[in-house]
């Protein structure tokens, strides 16, 4: 069982930016691990998530506005409006994928979630 916890979140202006940090409880020796987010009235969605050698995978959305570090942290600058949404950090364990998909299914635990609002 690996517990996630993420902190971070907040409330900014367009143009703004925030940082998004997910204490984990252990970490496999291969992994993916990453961020999802989940919109008022929308599905879910893969954000940016990175594996156990540090390959990275960003969503097209978030493309040079969104960074992921090794730590799991996530920079979000020149936020938007659009980016209003509950981020939650997802890890699974013990599968080596060589780049880590952005399908919310494959992902086993999950943290309960940071709020972040950008307003107008």
């Known amino acids: 069982q690996v517990q996630l916890v993420e902190s971070g979140g907040g409330s900014v202006q367009a143009g703004g930016s925030l940082r998004l940090s997910c204490a984990a409880s252990?970490?496999?020796?291969?992994?993916?691990m990453g961020w999802f987010r989940q919109a008022p009235g929308k599905e879910r969605e893969g954000v940016a998530v990175?594996?156990n050698v540090g390959r990275i995978t960003y969503a097209d959305s978030v493309k040079g506005r969104f960074s992921l570090s090794k730590d799991n942290g996530l920079q979000l600058d020149s936020l938007k409006p659009e980016d209003t949404a509950m981020y939650y950090c997802?890890?699974?364990?013990?599968?080596?994928?060589?780049?880590?998909?952005?399908?919310?299914?494959?992902?086993?635990?999950w943290g309960q979630g940071t709020q972040v609002t950008v307003s107008s």
């Open positions: 997802a890890t699974t364990q013990g599968v080596a994928w060589p780049r880590c998909p952005l399908d919310e299914n494959r992902y086993k635990y």
């Open positions: 252990a970490y496999a020796t291969v992994y993916c």
């Open positions: 990175i594996n």
